[in-house]
């Protein structure tokens, strides 16, 4: 167990639905990373978070919302879902934000399916 | 364009053999690697991680190698054990924010 938590383990939905993922990281960590896996390709950096502040922003689609709470917890918000959005979400957190050792701390994982 | 090749891309193996996967990079700016173990529909777990200037690095049966200035890692398992089976992926970081470009990984199934 890596001590991250997401919620919902499994989400099923329709196109143009909006839709919440969660995340809490581990006790002490202060940064937030998101990531999408969809089948057969590498994880796919979508933004990172530190201490409530957006820190780096990777290919996350317009579509796509995420924010940091003041406990620390992040939310992804993904609307006007599509075919293609069907995928593992995965939250990661880490003690500091950069550097070169920052070890990154997985969640087991949101399923996405839009039908 | 940061690119990340993997192989082999799948791989079956006995256990208790030996085996080695492998990693090109092509990453700008670069200053670390890492290696992950993915079981499946799990997320990722660290393995290792290696600055620029480590040329190897072990976790128990697990050994990385790297060199910087060809842009090849290498992940060497020793004595595979069932619970080896997974995807190992490779996955080189850098530059102010250490974005980390992940590989798609090699697929490992250890056989009885």
């Known amino acids: 167990d890596s001590g991250v938590t997401q919620t919902p383990k499994h989400l099923i939905t329709a196109t143009g639905q909006r839709v919440t993922l969660r995340c809490s990281p581990r006790s002490g960590d202060l940064s937030v990373y998101w990531y999408q896996q969809s089948l057969d390709q590498g994880l796919q950096f979508l933004i990172q978070y530190y201490n409530g502040e957006e820190r780096a922003k990777g290919n996350i689609l317009e579509r796509f919302s995420a924010q940091q709470f003041p406990d620390l917890h992040s939310e992804l918000n993904l609307s006007s879902l599509e075919l293609g959005d069907s995928a593992l979400y995965f939250c990661?957190?880490?003690?500091?934000?950069?550097?070169?050792?920052?070890?990154?701390?997985f969640g087991a994982g949101t399923r996405l399916s839009v039908l | 364009k940061n690119q990340v090749e993997q192989s082999p891309q799948s791989l079956i193996i006995l256990e208790g053999k030996n085996c080695t996967l492998q990693c090109n990079y092509t990453v700008s700016p670069f200053s670390n690697l890492r290696w992950y173990k993915q079981d499946t529909g799990r997320g990722p777990v660290s393995l290792t991680i290696?600055?620029?200037?480590?040329n190897t690095k072990s976790n128990g049966r697990y050994t990385a190698t790297l060199d910087a200035d060809t842009k090849q890692s290498s992940l060497h398992i020793t004595a595979s054990q069932l619970s080896d089976s997974a995807s190992y992926i490779c996955?080189?970081?850098?530059?102010?924010?250490?974005?980390?470009?992940f590989g798609t990984g090699t697929l490992l199934a250890v056989q009885p």
């Open positions: 290696m600055t620029f200037s480590e």
């Open positions: 996955v080189p970081g850098g530059g102010a924010t250490n974005k980390l470009i």
């Open positions: 990661a957190s880490s003690v500091e934000g950069r550097g070169p050792k920052n070890i990154q701390y």
